[in-house]
Each structure stands twice: as C-alpha cells, then as structure tokens.
C-alpha cells in the first residue's frame, strides 16, 4: 500500500457494505488548526474509499451538547452561563442564533475551502430532534450492563441506581448541576444541585423536576454517547487523536459499549498523533492557535492537507517561519506526481488526496514568490518566472502563490526574505562604501546579464567571478545585498537579481 488511507479502505472493503467516516468537533470558542485534523483526515479516507469503488460519506458532529466548563479570554460576557448546554449559549456578537453557529459556521466554509464537505450535524439537534430516542432507550434498558462495562475501567465503581442520563434543568436550563435520583421508563427523576466546572463553581436552582428523555432536554455521557452515534450513523471509521486510544480510554470503553449494548460493530479507528505550533502546545489561553481561515491567507490548502496526510502517529510540529520548507516538500511530490523527477510513489500519492480540484503544474519555490511579491506587480510574476527559468507552470497558480507567500513574509517570513530595495542613491553610497576588487565584482556581474541564465547557473557565475577576482564568495553576496536593499543578508542572490531584471541591476552596481 503507498498510503495509510489506502490500508483503512482495505479494511472497509473487508468489512463490506456502505461506508460512514464519523469525524467530530468541540465548540468551546474557534476551532484551529489542529480541530481540523480528524475532519481533513477523514475526508482523505472517504476519496480513497470512493477511488476503490466504495460508497462512503463524510459526517460532522458539533459536539454542541456539552456543558460549558470555562470562559475563555475575551468572551467575559458569559460567565453567568457556565454549566449551560454549549448550544444554549448567546451569540456575544449577535451575528448567529448563538454561541456555536458564530463559531462552527466559518469552521464548515472553510473547511469546503480545503475541498472538505461533511454532512453537518449538531449533537444537541439529535437529541432534540428525536434522532437517538432509540439508542436512548437502549441505553435506559440496558444501563446496568453500561453501568458494569464502565465500572471496569474505573477506580471508584458507579452506584447501583447509576442512569446514563444528564438532565437539563428545566428551570435554570443549566446540565452541569442535576442530578439524577429515579427512573421510571425514559422519564428521570432529577435535583439541581451546586458543582465545580473548571472555570469555577456553578450554582444550582435547588429545582426538582423530572426529565423526560424522549424530549431531547440532557445528553448521554460521552462513552455512552459516542457508541450511541456509530448505531445511529452506521458509522465504519472514526479518526481521533491518541488520547481517545488510550489504554482504558474513550475507544476501548466506547467500543465494548457498541458491541454488547448497541450490537454494532465499532467502526475502525484511525489514531493521529497531535500537533505543535512554533514548537509549543497549541492552546488558545496562550494565543498559540491558527485557523484553517489564518492558513488560508499564506499558504495553499493543499500543501496543510500533505502535511496531515504524512504518518499519522508521529508528532509534527507546523513551524510558520518554516513554512516555505513544508512548501518546497509539496513541490517535490508535485514534480514526482508530474513526472517531473524520480522519487518515492508513496509522496505522489500523498499529493493527489491532497488536491482539492485538478493538479496543476507549478514548481515555482515559494521563497521565490515571496521575493516576486516585493518587486513586481502581478501582471509581472509570469515573465519574471520565466527569465529565471522556470516553464511549463500554471499562471494562476503563480499568481496564488505569490499573493499568500507575499503574505507570509510580512507576518512569519526571516528577516532576510524582508527586505525594501535601495534607490540609486543608497546604493550608489553602499557602492562607495566596497573595496575596489568588490566594485570590479559588481561590474563583472553586469556584464553577465544578457546571458540566458537559470538561476542555478547564474549562481555558479557569482562564485566563478568572486573567485577570478579574489574575493571570497560570502564578501561578494554581502556586497551584493548591501547594494540591493542594504542589508547584509537577502534572498538567494542569483535568483533575485534575475527577478529585479537587467535595468534594475545596472542602475543599482554601476550608477549613473
């Protein structure tokens, strides 16, 4: 197999029938980067699973009916709504019905931006809705044996009169607070009582009621809940990260659920590894996060969806000062795809689940365009491409990739790919300020220019003249950048003098 999708749709196809990749998302403010991984993964399954002939479909769930534990920075307007159904939460921007569409809305268009359209659920809506009566009445039925399956996995044992059901208070509509004391049917007898969430304490109404679980108005536990959903959806894949897969952990508990409550056969799991951001954990309290809407703004969809399709249980760190390195990876695998160069299948693959419409050709490095966005206007990308040797690329791709790498340098870029270009008279004072065997440097590299030079080439003429003049390289390529944009250090000299042109050159290492 050349890829871990390609093995998942093998065990599909073994398992036979029709095929629903489950993917899911906690709304606790706006998902990043890494609340995408399970939903992009997923839909790569899904295109392999079609590629094989299967029928599949991708499904997303708002996880929406959870309790809202803690307010994160910035949203103080709701700390009177800790322990309320994440779904029961206000929109603070009165944009969207409320709390969660504000957020997993966008989430959902730009996930279609990456190629990636799930059918969209809301886990509150299904029990609302009525869609999970029936695995709510197996679940009321059968709690004892839930109560048991649990307890295997738990220090302290569940009592005996445990029920697998949280109310919502339907006097202060909160579900951090009941707790549940009769059952009768699906109708649970329940008191709202004071808890702890981690943002704090939460107060209870004291109200005594009963829960008619038929009605939608509280949630499952989680283990319960997610077992409950692959009967539901007949779902046959679910990726997640490695703290559900855990020994003991959500997987293994919810999968003894589903086999011996809900007598469906758990879905296969495809178990990934979390990512880093610049290194450290990403955690939206330290404003260490990007959204799938940031990257979007400096890099293509398709170069994230390679970098998530890699091996799965290793962890990956997305470095965005490091960004054009991912880029030139994706390059590789383009050229591979192509048949542009030799190399490893298994990358080629990658790059085609990673399209998100027909591949088309490119290779032009993004450090390159990076440069191309600080010294020509867009009509000019295409030309200035071509006279360093590049051919055979699809224009609007350039023009794509120039406009977000040119995005990228201001915000994440080194300081040497940043740069403002000298007017003649600074670089006539940088001029000045060079040894004579320098400035004979810069009028042999002048004297180069109506050659037809790919960049590699013209690199190897810096050194070549450097060299006959004695004057050691690193001396030339910074007299070379002082002169262009006073610096020390630039982008690659060859490649950028190409991309400034002739008359650029001449006025800048000869003067007037």
Known sequence: MLHWSDDVVSLLEERGGEHVIATGTSISGRPQIGNA???????????????????????????????????????????????????????????????????????????????????????????????????????????????????????????????????ICEKCGKISTTKVFGVDGLKADYECVSTGVSGGEVEGCGHKGVSDASKGMGKLPWRVEWAARWRRFKVTCEPFGKDHAAAGGSYETSKIISEEVFDWTPPVPLVYE????????????????????????????????YFMYKRLMKQRDINLSLLSNLTDEYDEAERIYHKRQEGDMGLARMYDLAQVGEPKYLNVPFTLCAVLAQVAFEGEYSSKAESMGYAGFDVERLNRRVRLAGNWVQKYGPDHLRFTLNSEGEAGRERDSLSDSERKCLEEIVGLLDGDWSSEEFHKKIYEVARSNGVKPPKLFKAIYRVLIGNDRGPKAAAFMLSLGREHIVARFRGG
């Open 37 to 167: 991984s399970d939903v992009i993964r997923g839909d790569c399954i899904r295109k392999a699973a079609l590629e094989s002939g299967l029928k599949a479909e991708l499904i997303w769930i708002s996880d929406d009916s959870d309790p809202f534990r803690k307010v994160p920075a910035g949203m103080e307007g709701l700390d009177d709504y800790l322990g309320f159904p994440v779904k029961d939460l206000p929109d603070l921007d009165g944009c969207h019905s409320n709390f969660v569409d504000h957020f997993a809305q966008p989430f959902i268009q730009d996930l279609s931006e990456f190629g990636v359209k799930p059918k969209v659920h809301s886990g509150t809506d299904l029990y609302r809705n009525g869609e999970l009566v029936e695995e709510i009445r197996t679940a009321f039925e059968k709690r004892v044996e839930i109560r048991d399956i649990l307890n295997r996995f738990r220090r302290d044992p569940l009592p005996e009169d445990y029920l697998p059901w949280t109310p």
């Open 274 to 305: 979390f990512f880093t951001l610049n290194g450290e954990k990403i955690s939206s309290s330290k404003g260490n996060v990007i959204t799938l809407a940031d990257w979007l703004v400096i890099a293509e969809p398709e170069v994230l969806k």
